[in-house]
Nanobody, 118 residues
């Protein structure tokens, strides 16, 4: 199983970006899908989470600005980021609880850099 993230880049404060992540491989089902981020010198933190039925949760710092969504049939998860701030600058990682042929485990994508700067 592999997770491939894309969509990062440089954006000005107040701008928007959309991150996407696709899971591939021998997947039976995917439960929770998450986005984490890690800023320079800081610990990795959970940004947003979505369960298979569509229920979502967000870190307080991104509530009202970020929206997580998923397409179960395509094993994809996205993160729409609006009203971006310099403090949103980080490497963003997708993460998923995948049930594969060998059983359930968490997988990580490779990370995509988001830089918010004027």
């Amino acid at each position: 199983v592999q997770l491939q993230a894309s969509g990062g880049g440089l954006v000005q404060p107040g701008g928007s970006l959309r991150l996407s992540c696709a899971a591939s491989g021998s997947i039976v089902s995917i439960a929770t899908m998450n986005w984490y981020r890690q800023a320079p010198g800081k610990e990795r933190e959970l940004v947003a989470t979505i369960i298979s039925s569509g229920g979502t949760g967000y870190a307080d710092s991104v509530k009202g600005r970020f929206t997580i969504s998923r397409v179960n049939a395509k094993n994809t998860v996205s993160l729409q980021m609006n009203s971006l701030r310099p403090e949103d600058t980080a490497v963003y990682y997708c993460n998923a609880a995948v049930r594969g042929l060998t059983g359930p485990r968490y997988y990580w994508g490779q990370g995509t850099l988001v830089t918010v700067s004027s």
